[in-house]
């Protein structure tokens, strides 16, 4: 079939964008909404391989989490107390947004507070010790000792823990699905990006069915971006994570979330009584190493034996419902965010490392003040991913006396190879 000139031209103009953001998750959906507040002129267009929050944004927990996915007394360890109270601020920053700006019951907010819990003696005196220094960083956080944070959710056997008052839960699908309709960008979904063209004045991007331009890009995959930009392959690997959900309990017996054993399992209530529980990753570490999204019996069993065994009323609830999602990490457990090496004027943002929903929304408006033109928007500098290459570059003496990293890799696990073609 032939193309007049007025379908061609149509043809061009509805697949021009200013900005077109790759990958429809909570980043990417949040990226568009804060442009379409800020300048809503922009021509946006959000292309989602799948359905929005087909990726581990629509598969997650809902814990709208604060300080990163270690504690707070690691990270002041790993980072310095200056970036760790700035680490922490940004997720809290991030908290208050999706409270004050969005309209909560579209997505289910609920801000009872939320519990981060031990399993160990060790980490009890760890999340003990940290009290002060998060009461000094501004953080409303109570220590609970471990009878209290028992009682409080109807467990046995969990050890104490700090109740953060601020603590949220949303239904991260909804969320994400806000998000993208009241950005106002155009939303093709279905749509995987399998090739895209750099040169100066933007890229060339296409799916099976589209091509598409756009003058500045954002790519928020999440851990598929080495498929995209292979130049940062370094920056994110896949893990891995699992979930199930169990038919409703007819009691309502835990009020808030609860986070234990070093964010290795995590577990809430719904209101119609439904549990949500997942985790259990650490205890198969190298199996959920892996882009597959699939369950595994091993994990679901270990998710299951840790209800039973520290909420033995839940023995006699079915599983409904068991699932997976695939997340991206990155080689030191915080966000990585930076140029695009083939065009700077675009930007990535991938290794939320669990934690994407405590950053998402506010990581959002950072991208979208980068690509208004920022080049280093308020807590850019945290989550750069020149951090790597500068590391390796830079002469040792001085890191660790100034309290800043002095380990580029402080878990060896959870270190890869780095990209030498950061900028
Ligand atoms: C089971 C589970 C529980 C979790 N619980 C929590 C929690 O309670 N709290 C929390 O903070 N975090 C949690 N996380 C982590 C959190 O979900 C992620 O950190 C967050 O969703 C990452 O968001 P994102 O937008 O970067 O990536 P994603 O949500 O993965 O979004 C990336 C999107 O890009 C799309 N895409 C990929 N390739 C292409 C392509 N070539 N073309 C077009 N589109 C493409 C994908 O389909 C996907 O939709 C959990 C994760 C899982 C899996």
């Given at each position: 079939?032939?193309?007049?000139?007025?379908?061609?031209?149509?043809?061009?103009?509805?697949?021009?964008?200013?900005?077109?953001?790759?990958?429809?998750?909570?980043?990417?959906?949040?990226?568009?909404?804060?442009?379409?507040?800020?300048?809503?002129?922009?021509?946006?267009?959000?292309?989602?391989?799948?359905?929005?929050?087909?990726?581990?944004?629509?598969?997650?927990?809902?814990?709208?989490?604060?300080?990163?996915?270690?504690?707070?007394?690691?990270?002041?360890?790993?980072?310095?107390?200056?970036?760790?109270?700035?680490?922490?601020?940004?997720?809290?920053?991030?908290?208050?947004?999706?409270?004050?700006?969005?309209?909560?019951?579209?997505?289910?907010?609920?801000?009872?507070?939320?519990?981060?819990?031990?399993?160990?003696?060790?980490?009890?005196?760890?999340?003990?010790?940290?009290?002060?220094?998060?009461?000094?960083?501004?953080?409303?956080?109570?220590?609970?000792?471990?009878?209290?944070?028992?009682?409080?959710?109807?467990?046995?056997g969990l050890g104490g823990g700090i109740f953060v008052t601020t603590g949220a839960v949303v239904n991260p699908l909804e969320?994400?699905?806000?998000?993208?309709?009241?950005?106002?960008?155009?939303?093709?979904?279905?749509?995987?990006?399998?090739?895209?063209?750099?040169?100066?004045?933007?890229?060339?991007?296409?799916?099976?069915?589209?091509?598409?331009?756009?003058?500045?890009?954002?790519?928020?995959?999440?851990?598929?971006?080495?498929?995209?930009?292979?130049?940062?392959?370094?920056?994110?690997?896949?893990?891995?994570?699992?979930?199930?959900?169990?038919?409703?309990?007819?009691?309502?017996?835990?009020?808030?979330?609860?986070?234990?054993?070093?964010?290795?399992?995590?577990?809430?209530?719904?209101?119609?009584?439904?549990?949500?529980?997942?985790?259990?990753?650490?205890?198969?570490?190298?199996?959920?190493?892996?882009?597959?999204?699939?369950?595994?019996?091993?994990?679901?069993?270990?998710i299951e034996r840790y209800l039973h065994s520290y909420y033995p009323w839940t023995q006699s609830l079915p599983v409904r419902?068991?699932?997976?999602?695939?997340?991206?990490?990155?080689?030191?457990?915080?966000?990585?965010?930076?140029?695009?090496?083939?065009?700077?004027?675009?930007?990535?943002?991938?290794g939320f490392t669990g934690h994407g929903m405590g950053y998402g929304f506010r990581m959002g408006r950072l991208l979208a003040?980068?690509?208004?033109?920022?080049?280093?928007?308020?807590?850019?500098?945290?989550?750069?991913?020149?951090?790597?290459?500068?590391?390796?570059?830079?002469?040792?003496?001085?890191?660790?006396?100034?309290?800043?990293?002095?380990?580029?890799?402080?878990?060896?696990?959870?270190?890869?190879?780095?990209?030498?073609?950061?900028?």
């Amino acid at each position: 079939m032939t193309v007049s000139y007025w379908q061609q031209a149509h043809r061009e103009q509805s697949t021009a964008y200013d900005v077109v953001v790759v990958g429809g998750g909570i980043v990417g959906c949040s990226t568009a909404y804060w442009l379409g507040r800020s300048r809503p002129s922009l021509r946006v267009a959000v292309v989602e391989a799948r359905t929005l929050g087909g990726g581990a944004s629509g598969r997650n927990a809902g814990f709208v989490l604060q300080g990163t996915s270690a504690d707070y007394l690691t990270d002041v360890k790993r980072y310095g107390e200056r970036t760790a109270r700035r680490l922490w601020h940004f997720t809290r920053t991030n908290r208050d947004l999706l409270a004050s700006e969005l309209r909560g019951s579209a997505f289910g907010w609920k801000a009872d507070g939320g519990l981060q819990v031990a399993g160990d003696h060790e980490e009890e005196h760890r999340l003990q010790e940290s009290v002060s220094s998060l009461r000094a960083a501004g953080a409303p956080v109570v220590y609970l000792e471990s009878e209290k944070v028992n009682n409080r959710v109807s467990a046995t056997g969990l050890g104490g823990g700090i109740f953060v008052t601020t603590g949220a839960v949303v239904n991260p699908l909804e969320l994400v699905r806000y998000l993208a309709h009241e950005s106002g960008a155009d939303l093709r979904t279905h749509q995987p990006v399998t090739q895209i063209r750099w040169d100066r004045n933007g890229a060339s991007l296409r799916t099976p069915d589209l091509e598409l331009w756009g003058r500045q890009l954002v790519l928020s995959v999440g851990p598929a971006l080495p498929s995209l930009l292979p130049s940062v392959s370094g920056v994110v690997r896949s893990v891995r994570a699992q979930m199930l959900a169990t038919a409703p309990a007819d009691t309502s017996s835990i009020p808030v979330p609860v986070y234990s054993h070093e964010g290795g399992f995590y577990v809430r209530q719904l209101p119609d009584g439904t549990l949500l529980a997942g985790g259990g990753r650490h205890q198969h570490r190298a199996a959920e190493e892996t882009d597959t999204d699939r369950t595994t019996p091993a994990v679901q069993a270990t998710i299951e034996r840790y209800l039973h065994s520290y909420y033995p009323w839940t023995q006699s609830l079915p599983v409904r419902q068991r699932w997976s999602g695939t997340m991206g990490f990155s080689p030191d457990g915080r966000p990585v965010v930076g140029p695009v090496p083939e065009h700077p004027d675009s930007v990535f943002a991938t290794g939320f490392t669990g934690h994407g929903m405590g950053y998402g929304f506010r990581m959002g408006r950072l991208l979208a003040q980068r690509i208004g033109g920022s080049t280093r928007p308020d807590g850019y500098d945290l989550f750069a991913a020149s951090r790597f290459t500068e590391d390796k570059d830079r002469p040792r003496r001085g890191r660790a006396s100034r309290g800043e990293t002095s380990r580029t890799h402080p878990d060896p696990e959870e270190s890869k190879s780095q990209s030498s073609k950061l900028r």
